[in-house]
């Protein structure tokens, strides 16, 4: 056979074999997603105020589990003071309508920046801290953070403060729904507040989808799995999760923004809580399943349905949260959705790379392991 020959075969059967990471399951269950989207955008037209208030609540803290989620499951940094970029994405944003008389439907978005901005200096100091040293560190610097914002007077000091109600009836997109709508301005903001937190939900999906797909997602895994083995390979650790944390401050600072502005009110307490933003989001990815895509989504609606049955019960409620996540850590390692995948073999996100010739697959890995 000739040289010519020989690379034609050779060619052929190469241009046989393909990488594929989706599967029939995650195309149907994308179908359904888009679909899904697509019928939401509507729900402040066709369903009461309060439905719409629950879904911006479900929106917001999926988008927190999900971040904190690509910054534990994916980065390996355990974090317990997510809460630090909620408050002051709240009080950039705050700030900016009240100080500047900035939009605030643009001052959302340069809220995640500051927040972005905050994550710099904090990065400083809480990398050079690891395990669970790191996760301490990160709790005592958002505590510092809300002891210095308690100070500012010029928006209410430890009392906090209430967004002026001109700037949320005449932002931007208000005036339109009221006018073409007949909505109320406080339903109007609602309806503005729920569409970015869709908006961002969606955003969040499918951009740490993409990133898991990528050579970075790669490095990632790699990373999380054995930092000094990853740096041997080549893979700059140090870059990627710096990276990996001034990402997830600008989506929770972004966030915090959000949830302060349909909230229309702040304080230091409220906003910087650790139970509200870092406990429960916890408690939301290691129900759903730390380290997947699917986890916080199937988390986020166990712990809505959760709260709304039980929440009347005060502490015991709480202690009821922690003694389920505590069983599921023991007796279901990868949460719900780990369970369901291990007995269904679903992936809905999936990130395995499969390399196929048409009659047989061999999986290559991916970030999940």
Same mark, same amino acid.
């Given at each position: 056979m000739t040289?010519?020959g020989?690379?034609?075969?050779?060619n052929e059967?190469?241009?046989?074999?393909?990488?594929?990471?989706?599967t029939t399951?995650s195309?149907?269950?994308?179908?359904?997603?888009?679909?899904?989207?697509?019928?939401?955008?509507?729900?402040?037209f066709?369903?009461?105020?309060?439905?719409?208030?629950?879904?911006?609540?479900?929106?917001?803290?999926?988008?927190l589990?999900?971040?904190?989620?690509?910054l534990a499951?994916?980065?390996?940094?355990?974090?317990?003071g997510q809460?630090?970029?909620v408050?002051?994405?709240?009080?950039?944003?705050?700030g900016?309508?009240?100080?500047?008389g900035?939009d605030?439907v643009?001052?959302v978005?340069?809220?995640?920046?500051?927040?972005?901005?905050? +994550? %710099?200096?904090?990065?400083?100091? !809480?990398f @050079?801290?690891? =395990?669970?040293?790191?996760?301490?560190?990160?709790?005592v /610097?958002a505590?510092?953070?809300?002891?210095?914002?308690?100070q500012w007077?010029?928006l209410?000091?430890g009392?906090?403060?209430?967004?002026?109600r001109?700037?949320?009836r005449?932002?931007l997109?208000a005036?339109a729904?009221s006018?073409?709508f007949?909505?109320r301005?406080s339903v109007?903001a609602?309806a503005?507040?729920?569409?970015m937190?869709?908006?961002?939900?969606?955003?969040?999906?499918?951009?740490v989808?993409?990133l898991l797909?990528?050579?970075?997602?790669?490095g990632l895994a +790699? %990373?999380r799995?054995?930092?000094? !083995?990853? @740096?041997?390979? =080549?893979?700059?650790?140090?870059?990627?999760?710096t990276? /990996?944390?001034?990402?997830?401050?600008?989506?929770?600072g972004v966030?915090g923004?959000?949830?302060?502005?349909?909230k229309?009110?702040?304080?230091?307490?409220?906003?910087?809580s650790?139970?509200?933003?870092?406990?429960?989001?916890?408690?939301i990815?290691v129900?759903?399943?730390i380290?997947?895509?699917?986890g916080?989504?199937?988390g986020?609606?166990?712990?809505f349905?959760?709260?709304?049955a039980?929440?009347s019960?005060g502490s015991?409620?709480?202690?009821?949260?922690g003694?389920? +996540?505590?069983v599921t850590?023991?007796? !279901?390692? @990868?949460g719900?959705?780990g369970?369901?995948?291990?007995?269904?073999?679903?992936e809905?996100f999936p990130?395995?790379?499969?390399?196929?010739?048409?009659?047989?697959?061999?999986e290559?890995?991916g970030?999940?392991?």
């Open positions: 040289t010519t020989f690379q034609a075969m050779t059967r190469t241009a046989r074999w393909r990488i594929e990471t989706r399951v195309r149907i269950f994308t179908m359904f997603l888009f679909l899904a989207a697509a019928l939401m955008i509507f729900a402040p066709v369903v009461s105020r309060g439905v719409v208030q629950d879904l911006f609540f479900i929106l917001t803290m999926l988008t589990a999900q971040s904190w989620n690509l499951g994916y980065a390996g940094l355990i974090s317990v809460q630090l970029f408050g002051c994405g709240a009080y950039a944003l705050f900016l309508v009240i100080l500047t900035m605030p643009p001052a978005l340069l809220a995640g920046l500051l927040a972005a901005a905050v +994550a %710099v200096p904090t990065a400083f100091f !809480a @050079r801290l690891y =395990g669970p040293y790191f996760a301490i560190g990160t709790w /610097i505590e510092v953070g809300r002891l210095l914002l308690a007077k010029t209410g000091g009392t906090g403060t209430s967004m002026p001109d700037a949320t005449d932002m997109g005036a729904l006018d073409w007949g909505m301005s109007a609602d503005l507040a729920y569409w937190a869709l908006v961002l939900a969606s955003a969040t999906i499918i951009f989808y993409k797909c990528s050579k970075h997602g790669l +790699a %990373v799995d054995n930092e000094t !083995a990853a @740096r041997a390979l =080549g893979v700059d650790a140090q870059r990627l999760k990276l /990996i944390y001034l990402l997830t401050a600008f989506i929770t966030v923004a959000l949830i302060y502005l349909q229309a009110r702040i304080s230091p307490d409220a906003a910087f650790l139970t509200d933003w870092t406990a429960y989001v916890i408690f990815v129900i759903g399943g380290g997947t895509i699917e916080p989504i199937l986020v609606l166990v712990f349905v959760l709260q709304n039980f929440s019960f015991w409620y709480l202690l009821a949260l003694a389920l +996540a505590i850590m023991l007796f !279901a390692p @990868r719900v959705w369970l369901i995948s291990d007995r269904t073999g679903w809905l990130v395995r790379r499969r390399l196929k010739d048409g009659s047989s697959e061999y290559m890995g970030p999940h392991g």
